[in-house]
């Protein structure tokens, strides 16, 4: 059985930085592609952020380019997301999200088979 269990979310002000960590377990974690994603009240989960298999290349949302950095062990099981610089906006539910198609764009919730339960940012003004 897979699960992903995201960790390191928490209230934060603006301006400030949180790491995320997602860990991975029941699945050869170094075969997928891996992303983030965000839900915040009232409005639909969005594409974050997306690592390839190998680490090379990443993908952002504009929103966050520049500011966020996926990053990931394979050793660990582990995807991270360095958030810095952030912003009332930013506060959301995270969620973590494995996709078995390395190929893919991946920028979209239906190309992630797996799904961690989300950890809540939350960035004060």
């Known amino acids: 059985q897979v699960h992903l269990v995201e960790s390191g979310g928490g209230l934060v002000q603006d301006g400030g930085s949180l790491r995320l960590s997602c860990v991975g377990s029941?699945?050869?974690?170094?075969?997928?592609?891996m992303g983030w994603f965000r839900q915040a009240p009232g409005k639909e989960r969005e594409f974050v952020a997306r690592?390839?298999?190998?680490?090379?290349?990443?993908r952002y949302a504009e929103s966050v380019k520049d500011r966020f950095t996926i990053s990931r062990d394979n050793a660990e099981n582990t995807v991270y997301l360095q958030m810095n610089s952030l912003e009332p906006a930013d506060t959301a539910v995270y969620y973590c999200a494995a996709d078995s198609a390395n190929w893919r764009a991946g920028i979209t919730e239906r190309e992630y088979e797996y799904w961690g339960q989300g950890t809540q940012v939350t960035v004060s003004s």
């Open positions: 029941g699945l050869t974690f170094s075969l997928y592609a």
């Open positions: 690592i390839r298999r190998g680490g090379d290349p990443s």
